[in-house]
């Protein structure tokens, strides 16, 4: 079945416009293939066997071909290869895709090309290989430091796999990342305490520590929902997330986002400009993408079943790009995505920002959520406070005027 | 006109679901009222919510023809009435148009509280009874267990009772025949003045207001001028006739017949149940006694959720009062909740079908505020204010004492469940007047105030019995009482649309249980809030919601934005569910389950 965009949204209408100070762009290519699927993702994966079943290659060329046409502008600054799991991906591939971007917007000779690597698919060799088609970043899933852990989630690794791993990266690449899973059920803050100085330890320049969430549609929602489970409370949850605030500091790597940690100068810069409100071409199965045209902000999502979309790309049938989705956001949408994305990095939101977008904010509320201590007093930024931080939720809420 | 002999006017009155709408299915079915195909289980439950809750709420009135075993016809006007307590009146007006009652008892539970009330309205009008036990078809079923406790309790001869399965129709034709023989035909004179007694009255949308009437002297017939007594309003009835259960026009109504007419009236509120209907040209010499109007006894607040609708609210509120004239409502201003209206009903049940009806057929979300009773506020000044609204109390140093309604309520539960009974009625200050036994269930004679058991009494008393005991209640007299008024705070400020009116014994246990229930009803917030009940200006109670902890979503990338968004959609929806008062969200319904007392 081909598959179109609505037509008043058609690429075609979109010429790549050359927009006066054009955010910096990056590109984020989704690999959605994975060797084992963890309980408790959501995000848009599928078994490595259908990895198998087709050649990739034409529909992630052609996306990228298409997406020229929605931004034209370059350098891009910075590509990530997310997953599932792109470690899995044929370092040619990677190779090639570079080689592509470049010759499309011209790939910045500093460019962070950054890529997620499952410590199972990520033998010094492999990584190796990985280096030499470009990246020079890796962020690494370890997810915990304890075996049990890993078998709770899913993981097919062990914790030497994942050091060996981890100390292996840090020889091959500029920056080396690695993932934790914590506030898992029945850890306790002492366990947590100790994991995350275990991880510390490994003196990595970057970490995304992340509480674990139950997700709807995972097979966790359903044992959590069935009782097999059950995660810790709030009061545990803020203490754990507070003492990873302060182990994190202490140890030179600050957060710079909620669940981000980095030494100075190591923070992620293509997760740090899309939540800035950068461009981001969304290319893969399932990816996302914002762009600003000269009409205003374009949101895509490609189609997420892996065959549908590279069905749609290789016909090409009347346009067809593989997107599900191409649509230009109205003033709400991108008001709320600048507070809601802002928010979450510890720098905020420079209120010119926010007056420039015509952003409607609720400043009862905000003078009150400043006298409160947790948005940052500072007039001149919207930013939460380590206390709000852990409110972000609420507070994005309530500074956004209804 | 039938032969006033061959007339027979019967009431089918018994406790909720013993069967009489069952009952009335298979009479109407059996004398050919409907055919098989119209036919449908409890055919005069037509309202939505009676069929719905396979509850009967109106009373309905239908003429059947019977050819009985004396192979005489006869008129049949029956009326099945509702069994639960709040619809009481209708009860009370349709036994005032018979002369017989059919006193229908479920064999497998036996004599219930309305059985007693309902009987008890029927002996005092004197009517015939024929105890009809039903249900016999159900294994539980024991009919001799079941005469001994109508003779026992009530006091009548069972000798003519009929055991019955309203369901299967077993017995149903000795049914017919036990009213044509031992029920007895109208009196009345048809050459005297005409004499009708206005039984019910309402709005059809075709032919405007309907009335239904018993005949009891003279004829109404098409083209009279007819006269209301108490008013002197006369109208032209342009049309007769009864329901069988289908509308049909007669060409009049005798002596001893219940039919409607229909005149040209345009509300109706022009309309007073028990009212006199004579002829204008040859009046009769006497009023009939009539019946004391039905009085709302609760009172509570509805409010749209969305103000916007308030106008379409006022509309809804018209409309349904054009049909339920014991519904009462007036405008109200709350600074919590906006512009809504003080409502009367006749009881909870009541309450809740209004409320109901208001969302469902006019779509409009209600904020609904805790029940209360009518206070009597005597004055300082020798002057009586009733009090329909605890936010609207006066200031306490001009009132001299407050009178507050008070119920003679009966309950019958198994010996088991007594224990529990007593309680539940000692803590709310009732005072019992009587305990005696049918078999091993006791008979529970309490006096209670009514603003005890306005709101959770029945449900309590459900929980505590497992559902065995039954209860019945009557207004009885507005005594003095130790009243006060309650605020609470939140956040330091007070929410009138919570205030109550409570015994000065029980405020602080009351007020301790509605802060802690609020503590459990208002989500967490940014900061913490503080929860209070007072009496006057001292704090009687208090409880404080902490602030939250945590609320953010750990991951959130590209994809993941989208997502967000339709969270923050949902969450801003989410407090459009809630009332914002001062800096806190209300939820809609914390209004009412503030209320609710695990005790
Ligand atoms: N097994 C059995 N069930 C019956 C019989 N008669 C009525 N019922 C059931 O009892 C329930 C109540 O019947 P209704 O006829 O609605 O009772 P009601 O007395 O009119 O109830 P209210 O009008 O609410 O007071 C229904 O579920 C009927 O199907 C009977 O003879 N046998
Ligand atoms: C898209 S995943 C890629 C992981 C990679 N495929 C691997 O196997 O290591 C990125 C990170 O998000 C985090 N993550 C995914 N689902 C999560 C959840 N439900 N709760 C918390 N963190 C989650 C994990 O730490 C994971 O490493
Ligand atoms: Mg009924």
Redesign the pocket.
């Known amino acids: 079945m081909p598959f179109r965009t609505a037509p008043m949204l058609s690429l075609s209408l979109w010429p790549g416009v050359l927009v006066a100070e054009a955010p910096q762009l990056g590109v984020y290519i989704h690999w959605p293939f994975c060797a084992a699927i963890c309980p408790y993702c959501d995000f848009n994966v599928h078994p490595v066997r259908d990895m198998q079943t087709a050649d990739w290659r034409v529909g992630y060329f052609r996306a990228l071909e298409h997406a020229q046409h929605l931004r034209a502008h370059g350098p891009v600054e910075t590509v990530f290869f997310g997953g599932g799991t792109p470690s899995l991906m044929p370092p040619e591939l990677i190779g090639d895709l570079l080689a592509d971007i470049d010759r499309r917007w011209g790939l910045a000779a500093d460019a962070e090309v950054s890529l997620e690597a499952n410590p199972v698919s990520a033998p010094q060799s492999h990584l190796q290989a990985l280096r030499a088609a470009g990246i020079n970043r890796l962020s690494l899933g370890v997810q915990a430091f304890d075996a049990a852990a890993l078998k709770f989630l899913g993981r097919t690794h062990s914790v030497a796999q994942a050091r060996t791993a981890f100390e292996a990266a840090g020889g091959i690449f500029d920056r080396v990342s690695l993932d934790l899973i914590y506030a898992r059920p029945g850890q306790t803050l002492a366990e947590w305490a100790d994991e995350l100085a275990r991880a510390l330890a490994l003196a990595p320049a970057h970490m995304s520590l992340y509480q674990l969430t139950i997700e709807p549609d995972t097979p966790f929602f359903k044992r959590h929902a069935a009782g097999k489970f059950i995660m810790p409370d709030e009061a545990l949850a803020a203490d754990m997330y507070e003492l990873t605030q302060a182990s994190c500091a202490a140890a030179g790597l600050p957060a710079y986002e909620v669940s981000n940690h980095a030494r100075a100068g190591h923070a992620c810069r293509h997760n740090m400009a899309s939540w800035r409100g950068g461009d981001y071409l969304g290319i893969g199965p399932g990816a996302h993408g914002r762009v600003s045209t000269g009409r205003g902000r374009v949101a895509t999502r490609a189609l997420a079943k892996p065959a549908a979309w590279l069905e749609s790309l290789a016909d090409g049938v009347d346009g067809a790009d593989g997107m599900a989705e191409t649509r230009l956001l109205g003033h709400e949408d991108v008001h709320a995505e600048t507070v809601l994305l802002g928010l979450r990095l510890v720098e905020g939101v420079p209120m010119s920002r926010l007056e420039a977008l015509g952003v409607p904010l609720d400043a009862g509320r905000i003078a009150d959520l400043r006298a409160a201590g947790l948005l940052e007093a500072n007039p001149q930024n919207l930013a939460v406070t380590q206390a709000g931080r852990l409110l972000l939720d609420r507070i994005t809420d309530a500074v956004l005027a209804d | 006109m039938s032969v006033q002999k061959n007339i027979r006017n019967f009431a089918i009155i ?12 298979r009479l109407i079915q059996i004398t050919g009222g409907l055919s098989t195909r119209e036919m449908q ?2 055919v005069l ?1 037509n309202m939505e919510l009676e069929r719905e ?4 709420i109106k009373a309905q009135t239908v003429r059947l023809d019977y050819e009985a075993s004396d192979g005489q016809t006869y008129q049949l006007n029956l009326i ?5 307590v709040d619809f009481a009146y209708e009860v009370n007006r349709s036994l005032a148009a018979c002369e017989g009652s059919l006193l ?1 008892v ?1 064999a497998s539970q036996g004599v219930e509280a ?1 059985t007693l009330a309902n009987v008890y309205q029927a002996i005092e009008v004197d009517h015939e009874i024929v105890p009809v036990l ?5 294994p539980a079923a024991d009919c001799p267990r079941v005469c001994g406790q109508i003779e026992d309790v009530i006091g009548l001869d069972t000798a003519g009772a009929v055991n ?5 129709g077993l017995g149903v034709d000795d049914v017919l025949e036990a009213i044509v023989t031992q029920l007895p035909a109208p009196d009345g004179d048809a050459d005297a003045p005409l004499k009708a007694m206005l039984v019910d009255s309402w709005y059809d949308a075709y032919l405007g207001v309907v009335v239904l009437v018993r005949v009891i002297d003279g004829t109404l017939k098409k083209g009279q001028k007819i006269r209301m007594m108490s008013t002197g309003a006369t109208h032209l009835v342009d049309q007769v006739g009864v329901f069988r259960p289908k509308r049909e026009t007669v060409s009049d109504l005798g002596p001893g017949e219940i039919g409607y007419f229909t005149a040209a009236i345009k509300q109706v509120a022009d309309t007073r149940v028990g009212d006199t209907v004579t002829e204008d040209r040859a009046p009769c010499a006497d009023i009939l006694d009539g019946f004391k109007p039905s009085q709302p006894v609760v009172f509570c607040g509805l409010f749209p959720t969305d103000s916007s609708q308030f106008e379409d609210l006022r509309e809804a509120m018209a409309k349904l009062r054009l049909n339920d004239a014991s519904f009462d409502y007036e405008m109200e201003t709350s600074a919590a909740l906006g512009f809504g209206f003080r409502c009367g009903f006749l009881g909870l049940l009541h309450l809740e079908i209004i409320r109901e009806r208001i969302e469902r057929e006019f779509d409009i979300d209600l904020i609904t505020t805790a029940p209360s009773v009518v206070y009597h506020l005597h004055m300082n000044d020798g002057s009586m204010v009733e009090l329909h609204n605890p936010a609207d109390m006066p200031d306490i140093v001009k009132i001299d004492h407050i009178d507050e309604p008070w119920i003679d309520a009966s309950i019958l539960v198994p010996d088991e469940y007594l224990g529990a009974v007593l309680k539940l009625c000692e803590d709310r200050r009732g005072r019992q007047k009587n305990l005696s036994y049918a078999g091993s269930r006791a008979m529970l004679e309490y006096a209670l105030p009514l603003n005890e058991v306005v709101f959770d009494f029945y449900d309590r008393l459900k929980s505590a019995t497992r559902g065995y005991a039954s209860f019945d209640y009557q207004l009885s007299a507005y005594k003095t009482g130790d009243l006060v008024k309650m605020s609470i705070l939140v956040n330091a400020e007070p929410v009138d649309a919570l205030s109550t009116i409570v015994h000065r014994e029980r405020a602080e246990m009351r007020g301790r249980a509605m802060c802690e229930r609020l503590k459990d009803l208002i989500p967490r917030h940014l900061f913490k809030i503080p929860i209070q009940a007072a009496l006057g200006g001292k704090i009687i109670a208090r409880e404080t919601i902490a602030a939250l902890r945590k609320d953010v979503t750990a991951k959130c990338y590209g994809g993941d934005v989208s997502r967000k968004r339709k969270l923050l959609d949902k969450q801003k929806e989410g407090k459009k569910k809630m009332r914002q008062f001062g800096k806190v969200d209300i939820p809609q319904d914390a209004f009412i389950s503030a209320l609710k007392m695990d005790d």
């Open positions: 018994a406790h909720i679901d013993h069967g009489k709408s069952t009952l009335a299915d289980e409890q439950d809750r396979g509850i009967t099945d009435t509702p069994g639960h229908v479920d309305q039903n249900k016999v078809d159900l019955i399965s309203a369901k299967t």
